[in-house]
């Protein structure tokens, strides 16, 4: 069974965002964010997402911890290949997990160098520290792999990632709320039912600024991990500031 990404176009929820800065951000975001695959009866199924981080030298997914109380192991867990259509197994890759005692928030840490250094060849890490956290903001980007956006066909697995910018409804120390209407306008244009998000769990909530006008210079910073919707309403997340706990048991192991 291979695995297929498919292109996307990003979605605008009322924040005006200009295309070209849009596109640029979208760029980033789809060599980052992964979906976590389960296999069940022999077959990857789409489970959740994730976002891949370096963090005191180690490399880590992060996600949401609501994830293993569906019933899912962690050597059952997989995540793919970039474009190769190969998946790499967290069995072969020296996993542990880091959870946050309170909030729906995991650490996956790569344990074994070799898994490492396979995605290194197919994603890029972004940079994971307490003090690059947003503690709040006004623009924010979800990416993920909603279920209703994967579908099988002669042995491939094909998935469309959604990636949508929302402004925030509520931004505190533990949770985040931002819009998220069930009609919105595709960057090219287009006005679409927006799809609903489950699997999108666990993908990383990204607070947007920019120096100047150049969408080149656009910062991402991780605020948050989305746990959990209501169409024509909003999205939530845990906010990543809650988690400082969790990087200090990461430095201490």
Do not use: K
């Amino acid at each position: 069974m291979a695995w297929q990404p498919v292109e996307t176009v990003p979605i605008d929820l009322g924040t005006g965002i200009a295309p070209d800065r849009a596109q640029a951000i979208a760029a980033a975001l789809t060599r980052r964010v992964l979906p976590l695959l389960r296999l069940l009866d022999g077959r990857p199924e789409p489970l959740a997402s994730a976002a891949l981080f370096r963090a005191d030298g180690r490399w880590l997914l992060l996600t949401c911890r609501h994830l293993f109380e569906t019933g899912a192991a962690l050597g059952d867990l997989g995540v793919p290949l970039g474009a190769s259509g190969r998946i790499l197994w967290l069995r072969d890759a020296a996993p542990r997990v880091i959870e946050h005692p309170a909030r729906d928030l995991a650490f996956i840490v790569i344990g074994d160098a070799a898994a490492a250094e396979e995605l290194a060849r197919h994603w890029r890490p972004a940079l994971l520290a307490p003090e690059a956290v947003a503690a709040g903001g006004e623009l924010f980007v979800v990416a993920g792999y909603p279920y209703a956006q994967t579908r099988r066909e002669n042995a491939i697995v094909y998935a469309r990632p959604v990636v949508l910018f929302t402004r925030a409804q509520q931004a505190g120390a533990e949770e985040l709320r931002a819009a998220y209407a069930r009609i919105a306008r595709r960057l090219d244009g287009i006005d679409i039912h927006t799809p609903p998000l489950d699997g999108v769990s666990g993908a990383t909530c990204w607070a947007v600024s920019a120096a100047g006008d150049d969408c080149d210079a656009c910062i991402l910073r991780p605020a948050g991990v989305q746990v959990a919707f209501t169409h024509s309403r909003e999205i939530r997340a845990e906010a990543l500031a809650a988690a400082r706990e969790m990087f200090e048991r990461l430095r201490a192991s």
